[in-house]
């Protein structure tokens, strides 16, 4: 009886270590799709991004180097979730479950862009801070980050981890999720079966995330149900793609 008792203890304990996150979708280079937030808004996507760049004082939204009268990231993006909150009565959505975060890829130089970026933030408190609204967006800085020990230096704002870095247990709480390059464990295409040793190297790096209680996502997967499903059953919390309705089904 005393060895069943201690076997449930046990089992007990063990889960209660384990790290379990819902699955969630981010919605890669949103503003490349043909409604640009609209469309991942609409497909309650829990991951929105945005490459940004400086240019002329205005922080543009760009794959690459902006040509003359690119989008803002203040019209495309920052306005219109401003105005849903509006609507809302201080929520992003009539659906009191459902907020989202907004990932900005920096491509320029992150202390160029980093200052004009809180200022942006500033003027909408009560959309883009978890303090003053727990409901609020919260953005996440990916892409040309600044340097670890950098982060406590920007308020509003959190980061896009990698598995290569060592964070102190502060600077651990500024960072959002960890991602990385699929390419880097796996060439599998998510039509033939992966392979063990490949799916041994995911696995580990997942674990480590989840050790540090954060998310997971990669990018460059298997754009296509089956690498979805794969990735989900190993443990990836976060799916990375450029087909948010189709994921969205396949998913939910």
């Not at 043909?34 to 002329?56: G, K, V």
């Not at 598995?163 to 651990?172: A, G, I, K, N, W």
Request: aromatic share 8%; with cysteine.
């Amino acid at each position: 009886m005393l060895r069943i008792t201690y076997l449930i203890q046990l089992t007990l304990l063990v889960a209660s270590t384990l790290t379990t996150f819902a699955q969630k979708i981010h919605a890669h280079n949103d503003y490349a799709q043909p409604q640009p937030f609209t469309r991942a808004y609409e497909q309650r996507a829990d991951f929105i991004e945005a490459d940004i760049w400086l240019q002329d004082g205005k922080l543009v939204v760009s794959h690459d180097k902006p040509k003359a009268n690119a989008p803002t990231l203040d019209s495309l993006y920052l306005k219109p979730i401003a105005q849903l909150f509006e609507q809302n009565k201080g929520k992003p959505s009539p659906d009191r479950d459902y907020t989202f975060a907004l990932v900005v890829d920096i491509k320029d130089n992150p202390a160029d862009v980093l200052p004009k970026l809180i200022e942006l933030l500033q003027q909408h408190l009560t959309v883009f801070s978890r303090s003053a609204n727990p409901k609020a967006v919260q953005v996440i800085v990916s892409g040309n980050r600044p340097k670890l020990e950098h982060y406590l230096d920007y308020p509003l704002i959190q980061f896009d981890g990698r598995p290569s870095e060592v964070y102190d247990q502060e600077t651990l709480q500024r960072v959002a999720l960890i991602s990385d390059n699929f390419r880097s464990y796996s060439q599998w295409n998510g039509t033939d079966e992966l392979s063990d040793l490949d799916r041994d190297k995911l696995k580990r790096v997942i674990k480590r995330a989840h050790s540090d209680n954060k998310p997971i996502r990669f990018w460059a997967i298997p754009d296509n149900p089956a690498g979805w499903k794969q990735l989900k059953k190993l443990g990836v919390d976060v799916l990375n793609t450029d087909k948010v309705a189709e994921c969205a089904q396949a998913m939910r």
